[in-house]
């Protein structure tokens, strides 16, 4: 699916995801809204790392990691309402996504690298633990599962008999 080597060193460095993930912290926030943030983008996370390896590894493991990204995936998207809750935001459901790209592991890119670009970005943040922007970080999260889903779906052999 890609060359060998990672886009994304960053993803495997745990001092700098943990920079990544506490620059998400709202300065305004309790001790809640700090727990809350750090869990989201600590799974946002493990998510991204589960969807490059699904991008990066050899075929025979590929059905092993895209059915764990898009478990992660679903995860988070079962932790959020309640997340929401605790940081005293509303939960607005996934925001609708576009039509998908042609191609599962184009579909699994672009959805990686969005969230990619929201983990890097803390700005996402500034406003709360799940501001007004959640409804489009679970869009994100759904998109990443779904396109692991289609990976899935593509990498298997639907002519054996089971």
Request: a negative charge; charged letters at 20%.
């Amino acid at each position: 699916m890609s060359a060998p080597g990672h886009r994304r060193p960053w993803l495997y460095d745990p001092s700098l995801g943990g920079v990544l993930v506490r620059s998400h912290r709202s300065p305004t926030a309790g001790a809640a809204g700090r727990v809350v943030s750090d869990a989201v983008w600590s799974d946002v996370l493990a998510l991204l790392r589960w969807a490059e390896a699904t991008l990066s590894c050899p075929p025979e493991l590929r059905t092993g990691t895209a059915w764990r990204t898009a478990a992660t995936s679903a995860a988070l998207l079962r932790r959020l309402p309640g997340l929401c809750r605790e940081a005293g935001v509303a939960w607005p459901g996934p925001t609708p996504s576009p039509p998908p790209l042609d191609g599962a592991a184009v579909r699994l890119r672009s959805a990686a690298d969005r969230l990619a670009l929201r983990l890097c970005s803390p700005e996402e943040g500034v406003a709360g633990p799940l501001s007004e922007d959640v409804g489009d970080l679970a869009r994100d999260v759904d998109e990443v599962g779904a396109a692991a889903l289609a990976v899935l779906a593509a990498e298997t052999d639907w002519t054996t008999a089971g």
